[in-house]
């Protein structure tokens, strides 16, 4: 405790107040004695009146509070009815200190949820790597490195300022060649940044207008299983080293960058693997081969699925001449599931082409290979063998509990084809009948699956679509193009269900085009057929 009177002399202090301020003694002046702090709040006090009872010496009634010897005290005035002022000074340091690190670990976690939800807000790698970098630049360094694993012989990295925008680019370098580098991006613990000099830094890792620098920290990104890539913090020559809280914090922020990062590459993987398998799986596109027109249409069982269980191929023929081979199918079930065993039964059927004048042999040896296989589902099928003879096309059709093609003729009726058989995958024996049909020019023969007749919807909105609904729009298709034709059931159907919904829908159509034949010329090319 110091006193002093309204004038600002020393008149009294106590031992505690001896050992703090020995200039302090009485007769002394304030101003001489003590901190600046400490003598312009006894200047605002030190007039007798009302605030004899305020406690402090600012308007917002928080204590004074200044730096004596090194430490931190709180400063609270009382004064007394003779004019003089009490100072109590109370030691704060120790709860002020509490009171920042508190602050800034409730800063520094609140930076972390927010990078955590940046982060993780994308799965694309290149934002997480821009991110990254411009995170750790604006809030732990000067700039920083995001810098991904080796890519064939390329290092890639986004380098940002702080206050700048991220910049990526490929590095033809050896990390190994950067002393904890090569290790970061290995998985191994940090290097601490006392064990880094500076000077060592390559050309490639100081970003633009940097300038020389004052300190590194490298820092791994640890990833799921694997690791993610290296985090690298510079600060300026001048701006001090890092702390060793500091780069405790910034691994917590590595980790959460990595496991983003880590995401985004698996994600990234993921779907190149889905489009490979997809490119496989989704039907192909069709077109006229060897004279005979073919058009397909698959629609699967919801608008987010690509692939499903329906599923149509086209094998042209090897030799000019000889049958193309039509397949059309339906796997029981939906999904994912269901085009995986499609994919089976279309390399199954691509690997008995050879055997394709045969349906009968075909599907008995489909038939063993899916009752060998772990899959239990089992598959309806249609096989067509169509050939150009003359201006006609010759069509054989054979059904594995399909539903049963459809002929449209140039008159206008439609015939159903005589062909059915048991279905695949389910029985030890396949048995099936094969029906042949001739398409004369503007006639098609119309192979689908289920999807299209048992699609539900209408004025009513649980009504079959029905076979014989079926029929009546396609006796409206004469003379259509093939194209046209599976465009026109596919519309017809999507109407019907109304935005219901639905099985996978897969419509192949095969058509005798109006044209005619041109002989060879002068007897040393093949004859095409033309419009």
């Given at each position: 405790?110091?006193?002093?009177?309204?004038?600002?002399?020393?008149?009294?202090?106590?031992?505690?107040?001896?050992?703090?301020?020995?200039?302090?003694?009485?007769?002394?002046?304030?101003?001489?004695?003590?901190?600046?702090?400490?003598?312009?709040?006894?200047?605002?006090?030190?007039?007798?009146?009302?605030?004899?009872?305020?406690?402090?010496?600012?308007?917002?009634?928080?204590?004074?509070?200044?730096?004596?010897?090194?430490?931190?005290?709180?400063?609270?005035?009382?004064?007394?009815?003779?004019?003089?002022?009490?100072?109590?000074?109370?030691?704060?340091?120790?709860?002020?200190?509490?009171?920042?690190?508190?602050?800034?670990?409730?800063?520094?976690?609140?930076?972390?949820?927010?990078?955590?939800?940046?982060?993780?807000?994308?799965?694309?790698?290149?934002?997480?790597?821009?991110?990254?970098?411009?995170?750790?630049?604006?809030?732990?360094?000067?700039?920083?490195?995001?810098?991904?694993?080796?890519?064939?012989?390329?290092?890639?990295?986004?380098?940002?300022?702080?206050?700048?925008?991220?910049?990526?680019?490929?590095?033809?370098?050896?990390?190994?060649?950067?002393?904890?580098?090569?290790?970061?991006?290995?998985?191994?613990?940090?290097?601490?940044s006392r064990w880094i000099d500076p000077s060592t830094a390559p050309e490639w890792m100081i970003p633009e207008g940097f300038g020389p620098i004052g300190a590194i920290v490298i820092t791994p990104l640890p990833g799921h299983?694997?690791?993610?890539g290296a985090l690298v913090l510079l600060r300026k020559e001048g701006s001090g080293a890092f702390t060793e809280q500091e780069e405790i914090f910034a691994r917590l922020f590595a980790a959460r960058s990595g496991a983003a990062?880590?995401?985004?590459?698996?994600?990234?993987?993921?779907?190149?693997?889905?489009?490979?398998?997809?490119?496989?799986?989704?039907?192909?596109?069709?077109?006229?081969?060897?004279?005979?027109?073919?058009a397909g249409s698959y629609r699967p069982s919801a608008d987010h699925e690509r692939v499903g269980g329906d599923f149509y191929d086209v094998h042209p023929a090897t030799v000019e001449g000889e049958p193309s081979l039509v397949?059309?199918?339906?796997?029981?079930?939906?999904?994912?599931?269901?085009?995986?065993?499609?994919?089976?039964?279309?390399?199954?059927?691509?690997?008995?082409?050879?055997?394709?004048?045969?349906?009968?042999?075909?599907?008995?040896?489909?038939?063993?290979?899916?009752?060998?296989?772990?899959?239990?589902?089992?598959?309806?099928?249609?096989?067509?063998?169509?050939?150009?003879?003359?201006?006609?096309?010759?069509?054989?059709?054979?059904?594995?509990?399909?539903?049963?093609?459809?002929?449209?003729?140039?008159?206008?009726?439609?015939?159903?084809?005589?062909?059915?058989?048991?279905?695949?995958?389910?029985?030890?024996?396949?048995?099936?009948?094969?029906?042949?049909?001739?398409?004369?020019?503007?006639?098609?023969?119309?192979?689908?699956?289920?999807?299209?007749?048992?699609?539900?919807?209408?004025?009513?909105?649980?009504?079959?679509?029905?076979?014989?609904?079926?029929?009546?729009?396609?006796?409206?298709?004469?003379?259509?193009?093939?194209?046209?034709?599976?465009?026109?059931?596919?519309?017809?159907?999507?109407?019907?269900?109304?935005?219901?919904?639905?099985?996978?829908?897969?419509?192949?159509?095969?058509?005798?085009?109006?044209?005619?034949?041109?002989?060879?010329?002068?007897?040393?090319?093949?004859?095409?057929?033309?419009?």
């Open positions: 405790m110091v006193v002093a009177d309204p004038t600002g002399v020393v008149v009294q202090r106590n031992d505690a107040a001896q050992a703090l301020l020995p200039a302090a003694r009485p007769g002394a002046r304030l101003a001489d004695a003590v901190p600046r702090w400490l003598s312009a709040a006894h200047r605002s006090i030190r007039l007798p009146g009302p605030r004899a009872a305020n406690e402090a010496a600012d308007e917002s009634g928080v204590p004074l509070s200044g730096v004596i010897a090194e430490r931190r005290f709180e400063a609270h005035p009382s004064v007394r009815d003779d004019g003089t002022v009490a100072w109590w000074l109370v030691d704060d340091t120790d709860r002020q200190l509490a009171r920042e690190a508190l602050h800034m670990e409730r800063e520094r976690t609140a930076f972390l949820a927010k990078a955590s939800s940046i982060l993780l807000s994308s799965l694309n790698l290149g934002r997480c790597m821009d991110v990254t970098a411009q995170m750790a630049a604006e809030n732990l360094a000067d700039a920083a490195l995001a810098i991904a694993p080796v890519r064939g012989r390329r290092l890639p990295v986004v380098a940002c300022l702080r206050g700048g925008a991220p910049s990526a680019s490929q590095e033809a370098v050896d990390p190994d060649e950067v002393p904890g580098l090569g290790e970061a991006l290995r998985g191994f613990p940090p290097v601490p299983g694997v690791p993610a990062m880590s995401a985004a590459r698996l994600y990234a993987e993921q779907t190149e693997i889905t489009e490979v398998l997809m490119r496989e799986l989704l039907p192909p596109a069709l077109h006229q081969i060897s004279g005979v027109d073919f397949t059309l199918g339906d796997v029981c079930g939906k999904g994912l599931e269901a085009a995986v065993l499609t994919g089976k039964i279309r390399n199954t059927l691509h690997a008995l082409l050879p055997l394709a004048d045969d349906h009968q042999r075909m599907l008995s040896l489909l038939n063993t290979a899916l009752l060998s296989s772990h899959h239990t589902r089992f598959a309806t099928l249609v096989l067509a063998s169509a050939v150009r003879e003359g201006n006609e096309v010759l069509v054989r059709l054979t059904s594995a509990g399909h539903p049963t093609p459809v002929i449209i003729r140039a008159n206008g009726t439609v015939e159903v084809a005589d062909t059915h058989g048991t279905l695949v995958g389910a029985l030890p024996d396949v048995r099936s009948s094969t029906a042949t049909v001739t398409l004369a020019p503007g006639e098609s023969c119309v192979l689908y699956t289920d999807g299209i007749t048992e699609a539900r919807g209408g004025p009513l909105g649980d009504s079959q679509f029905g076979e014989e609904r079926l029929k009546r729009a396609l006796a409206g298709c004469v003379g259509m193009p093939a194209e046209g034709i599976v465009e026109h059931v596919q519309m017809l159907a999507s109407q019907w269900l109304a935005g219901r919904r639905h099985d996978d829908m897969a419509v192949v159509a095969i058509s005798a085009p109006r044209t005619h034949h041109l002989s060879a010329v002068n007897g040393h090319t093949r004859g095409r057929y033309t419009a």
